[in-house]
């Protein structure tokens, strides 16, 4: 391995505090070898500064190694734009996305692509347990020439919210079926059907445990079978999903 007689750092230095240079000097010492895994921990190292290795040039310089690091600040998201997310909040969409103001962007564009794209199959996912299950999400970088900081739009397509639709149920010996069914339709104060959401699903099969509990079935659990991958009929624009209810033995008290 080539000896290092010395380096040098070229390009736009952001902070002059945390002077790169400065930073690399433990791990590029003058006198000792330089090996590739010098060259990938310092790499590593510019990134914790937020700084993009440019080109790393190695030269023959007398018994060694002269090499010239190239640094640019990495891309910053500055801010994050949200549209067409009524009636859900913007901080709902926001807080689900791995990207926040300051975080890396990759300037790569296929890290990129790969980046905003899995970003957006979480959105999807979770605009599937929404009742959204036609959602298509578009996020784009917007970066001008030159600059190091980049704006996210994030378009929300949702397409049409789904209803509950078809309910099945097995095991509710001590209840009827529709007192049951009740309890899971996802009814506006109670008479107009509203948009499925799966939480509120979670919510309703607990509120019929609940309701178990209170006729001595303590034990009692009630599951579903819901899967946002094949739940939704496209066709009718339903969700069905079976329960199944396990009463286990009944405990007088």
């Known amino acids: 391995e080539p000896v290092l007689v010395g380096y040098s750092v070229e390009g736009t230095i952001v902070d002059p505090i945390l002077e790169p240079r400065a930073v690399l000097a433990p791990i590029m010492v003058v006198g000792q070898p330089f090996s590739e895994r010098v060259a990938a921990f310092a ?3 510019l990134e914790t500064l937020q700084y993009r290795l ?26 994050i734009a949200v549209e067409g997310n009524w009636p859900i909040f ?6 689900r996305l791995s990207l926040r103001p300051g975080s890396l962007l990759p300037d790569e564009d296929f890290e ?18 929404q009742g959204f299950f036609q959602a298509r999400i578009d996020i784009t970088a917007e970066q001008r020439e030159g600059e ?12 049409p919210d789904y209803q509950v639709g078809k309910i099945t149920v ?12 009740r309890h899971l339709r996802q009814r506006w104060l109670g008479l107009f059907a509203d948009r499925f959401s799966q939480a509120r699903l979670e919510d309703d099969l607990r509120e019929v445990e609940t309701l178990y509990q209170t006729k001595g079935f303590y034990r009692a659990r009630v599951t579903s079978n819901f899967d ?26």
């Open 228 to 253: 946002p991958r094949t739940s939704a009929d496209l066709a009718s624009q339903t969700v069905r999903f079976h329960v199944h209810v396990r009463e286990q033995k009944r405990i007088d008290v």
């Open 170 to 181: 097995d095991g509710n010996a001590a209840l009827e079926n529709e007192e049951v069914l």
């Open 90 to 95: 913007e901080q709902e969409i926001l807080r």
């Open 54 to 79: 440019v080109s790393m040039d190695i030269r023959q310089s007398g018994p060694g190694v002269w090499v010239t690091l190239r640094i640019r600040p990495a891309t910053r998201v500055r801010h």
């Open 112 to 129: 990129r692509r790969r980046v905003l794209e899995e970003d957006q199959e979480r959105l999807v996912d979770f605009l599937h347990r």
């Open 43 to 45: 790499r590593k190292l």
């Open 148 to 159: 190091t900081e980049a704006n996210l739009i994030v378009s929300l397509h949702k397409g």
